[in-house]
């Protein structure tokens, strides 16, 4: 990204008062009010910290294991296939951010499907809703569950 365009977005997000101090322009996040994909944005980002963090209990010294097998858990293609996994222990209302979330209109995929891209854009809205409700012990339980289903399919083959 070129120098013009990053202070183009960085005057678009940051404010400043007099004295250059940066100024919030929201006093905390009402999660109810943000949009799926911003809710996708937060959970992707859990989602692979808590990926990152449960691999450690497998391995700890080599990280291009921990990498490769990272970045695959955290896929759209795995996400996918977790979600039918963990779909029947999903609440009503879980369930309808989840749709709402998949349904939202979002970019094109590179290494997936429609489909599955769809599928963990609402995977991770879900978990970025939990994160910012702050409601810890379900986020903990869906992710483990998610992380459990994705670990077994992948030693299926």
């Not at 599928?119 to 409601?135: D, H, N, Q, R, W």
Request: overall charge positive; cysteine-free.
């Amino acid at each position: 990204m070129k120098f013009k365009m990053k202070q183009r977005l960085a005057a678009a997000v940051f404010e400043t008062d007099e004295e250059g101090r940066l100024q919030e322009k929201y006093d905390g996040v009402d999660a109810d009010a943000l949009h799926p994909l911003v809710l996708a944005y937060v959970g992707d980002a859990y989602f692979h910290l808590f990926v990152r963090t449960r691999l450690l209990s497998y391995t700890q010294s080599q990280v291009d294991v921990l990498n490769r097998f990272g970045a695959q858990i955290v896929s759209a293609i795995w996400q996918a296939k977790a979600v039918e996994a963990i779909e029947p222990m999903l609440t009503e209302s879980e369930k309808e951010l989840f749709r709402r979330a998949r349904n939202a209109h979002s970019r094109t995929p590179r290494a997936s499907t429609v489909r599955e891209y769809h599928i963990s854009t609402g995977f991770e809205a879900l978990l970025g809703m939990l994160y910012l409700k702050k409601e810890n012990d379900r986020l903990r339980e869906i992710s483990e569950a998610a992380f459990q289903a994705i670990a077994k399919q992948m030693m299926k083959g």
